[in-house]
Every structure is written in C-alpha cells, then in structure tokens.
C-alpha cells in the first residue's frame, strides 16, 4: 500500500488518510522496545470519541483502510522483536470501553454497528495471526449484556481471543506491570510527548466541530457537479442487474 518507506509515526501523521482518521481516535503508539514476554501492547480508549460524529465527517473506507495502516505498524514491531530475539512475536490490545454508547451498537443497521462488523470482518479475515488477546475493560453495564451485544459482531474465532475483566488489575494475569499505563495500575509512561497525560499512554482525540460536518452536495461537488442529480429507486433481484445514467 505505498508505506514501506514511511515511518510509524508519519503513517498516523503525515498520510493523508491516516492522519484524519486516526487524529479522531484515542489512541497509543507501539513502542518497539515495551513487550511483555514478546507481546506488543496497543491500548485503545472509547472515551472523548464519538462514532457517530466521526462518520459524519470522513467516508467510512478511511477508518477501514486505517485498520490497514494498523495493521502494518503491528506487523514492523512482531518483525523488529522476533529478529531481536529469535521468539514468534504477537499484539495484545487494551481496549477501554468506558465512555461507549451501547445503544449505538443495539441496532444491526446502525452506522457504528456496521463498522464493527467491517473492522472485525478485516480482523479476522486478514490479521488474526497479529493480535493474540484483546482485554476489554471498563465495559458500561454487566459483562453478561456487553457479551450479548459483542457476540452480535464478532466470529467465533474471533470471540475466543476477547476477554472481558472486571477489575484492571485483571491485566497483570495476561501482562507484565512494565507494559501496562500507570493509569491501569502498571509502571509504563509513554514520554514522547505522544501521550497525554503520559500515564495514559494515549493520545486525545481531536474534537470535531459541526463546521466540518460535510453536506449532503459534497460528493458530487467535489466531482465537478453543482448539485445531486434526482435520486430513483429499484428493486433489484439475485442474479440481476440495473443501470442508471445521469
């Protein structure tokens, strides 16, 4: 996909996409050298970000495609520590799910559902063999309710590497204190300046402002049109095909 001579950091930061989606996500960085017994550790966090919001402002390919890009920092590091050490490398990935909207992901046809599906989907079809665990903590309500609601997006293969736990010192049953943020009772600060604050090891999302909020024109002008032509309807049948011409 055109990164091998981009940097990690440029990947989230100077590539176009990259940087508009990921600037939108609460995020950590990998760094090469913090692994607990081999494994890498991402940290997501839920709160300050709104998928709702982040949908209304960039096409929903871009936070698929920056999976991509994920994916291809979560493979320089496995790379960088197996070569180190001569041991199969993997990622575990925190996921704090404090801040999350339930609701948001009750309806199958809701814009955050389908994501999730589509995120997992390219999870599981392409990169399982990079994230060995994802340790979900801080689930809004009882881990019985968010298990229903997970196991409605998750494959079966998939569903086996969660783990829901009900205290962050649960952490240190998977990991070893020096890779896990102070904030979740660890040793790791991420002093980079990446991070804020550095026992986060996360950097905040950047707030999105109802002015760029795209309208519904947007599309068509960028394409050298005034205003969306008429809109008709079909109804499409298996094996069948209909053509449109504007």
Known sequence: MGYDKISDLDIFTKVDIGRECFERFHISQLNYEVTSRNLHVFVQRMDGMDIKEIL?????SYVLHSYFMLQENFSRAMAHTERKTGKTSSVVCILDLKGLNLMDFMNPLSGPAQLARLVVQIWAEYFSEHLCKLLLINPPGIISVMWQVTKRLVDSNTAEKLAFLNNVEDLKKYLEPDSIPVEYG??????????????GACKPPKKITREEYKAQE????????????????FSVKAFKMVEYSV
């Open 218 to 233: 947007y599309i068509w002008n960028e394409n050298g049109m005034l205003k969306a032509p008429k809109g008709e309807s």
């Open 186 to 199: 660890g040793t790791y600060r991420d002093d980079t300046g990446y991070a804020d604050p550095p026992e």
């Open 56 to 60: 209304k402002i960039m096409p929903l």
